[in-house]
């Protein structure tokens, strides 16, 4: 992990919300960023956006449900920035509701989406990506305070962060002789589109408004007020620099200290 030549990064789901702060911040740090997202509109306005900001960044549409989709993204990156050393896994999807009310379809989606996509990106990275002929790498999944503690009518989303933290868990003890590094970043509430679309949901499920909900969820945390796309990045870019080469295999909280294990 030299300091002197870009690092060659990859951070899914990044036109929106945490990915988004990620992708600017690593790039500002000086590395070479590959985006993607399903809409290639917002993937080609976001590469805009950023370049226009003077960063390095390229951007491929890529569903992160489909493996053929997740190899084409990660083919892509290498042959755009070269052996991928940063993967941030952080795409991502909420969904829940009444457990017994839940259908297969929304069950199997959010943990596709959100597990098992960490899974295949990784792989991906791992083999055709080139981050195993680097000295050093660092792969960080976005899991969720959701991912140490149930979230009520948050099953599946719940369940799938879990995986992704006990995923992490396994991989970073797996891989700690090889110089990477796997670490899990545990947002509690971001303030981000995500995070409206999961207001609207509780607003809907008790009867409430969304004001209502947010001053509920606002109370549940010490430090009062949601967490910072930015202030979650601050750590994705810490786990990614060369100083956290002994950080591996960890779930690390970024929550206001809404959780505290
Ligand atoms: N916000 C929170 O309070 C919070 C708390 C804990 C954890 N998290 C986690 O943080 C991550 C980012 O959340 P966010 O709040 O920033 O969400 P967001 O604002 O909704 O952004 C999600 C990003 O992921 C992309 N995406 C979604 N599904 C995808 C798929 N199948 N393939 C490729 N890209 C996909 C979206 O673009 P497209 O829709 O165009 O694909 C978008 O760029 C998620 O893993 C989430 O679970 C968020």
Same mark, same amino acid.
């Given at each position: 992990m030299g300091t002197q030549a870009p690092r060659s990064a990859l951070v899914t789901g990044?036109?929106?919300?945490?990915?988004?702060?990620?992708?600017?911040?690593?790039?500002?740090a000086g590395d070479h960023v590959f985006i993607c997202a399903r809409d290639a509109d917002a993937v080609k306005k976001t590469v805009e956006d950023l370049r226009d900001e003077g960063l390095t960044v390229e951007g491929l549409r890529c569903d992160v449900r489909y493996t053929d989709e997740v190899t084409a993204l990660v083919v892509a990156a290498r042959a755009a920035f070269g052996?991928?050393?940063?993967?941030?896994?952080?795409?991502?999807?909420?969904?829940?509701?009444?457990t017994a009310d839940i259908s297969d379809e929304l069950w199997l989606d959010v943990v596709d989406t959100n597990l098992?996509?960490?899974?295949?990106?990784?792989?991906?990275?791992?083999?055709?990506?080139?981050?195993?002929?680097l000295p050093a790498g660092r792969i960080i999944n976005i899991a969720s305070t959701a991912g140490k503690?149930?979230?009520?009518?948050? =099953?599946?989303?719940? %369940?799938?962060?879990?995986? +992704?933290? *006990?995923?992490?868990k396994a991989l970073g003890n797996e891989l700690a002789p090889t110089g990477i590094t796997v670490n899990a970043v545990c947002p509690g509430y971001v303030e981000t589109?995500?995070?409206?679309?999961?207001?609207?949901?509780?607003?809907?499920?008790?009867?409430r408004t969304e004001a209502e909900i947010l001053d509920q969820f606002?109370?549940?945390?010490?430090?009062?007020?949601?967490?910072?796309?930015?202030?979650?990045?601050?750590?994705?870019?810490?786990?990614?620099?060369?100083?956290? =080469?002994?950080?591996? %295999?960890?779930?690390?909280? +970024?929550? *206001?200290?809404?959780?505290?294990?």
């Open positions: 990044a036109t929106s919300g945490i990915g988004l702060a990620v992708a600017r911040s690593l790039a500002a052996p991928i050393g940063v993967l941030v896994n952080n795409a991502g999807r909420s969904g829940g509701g009444v098992h996509s960490v899974f295949r990106t990784t792989r991906a990275v791992l083999t055709v990506g080139g981050m195993t002929e503690q149930g979230v009520v009518l948050g =099953a599946p989303y719940s %369940a799938s962060k879990h995986g +992704v933290v *006990g995923f992490t589109p995500m995070a409206q679309r999961v207001r609207q949901g509780y607003a809907s499920a008790y009867g606002q109370r549940k945390i010490p430090l009062g007020r949601y967490s910072t796309p930015e202030e979650v990045a601050g750590l994705v870019g810490y786990l990614a620099s060369d100083a956290a =080469a002994s950080i591996t %295999a960890q779930a690390m909280n +970024v929550c *206001g200290g809404l959780g505290n294990f």
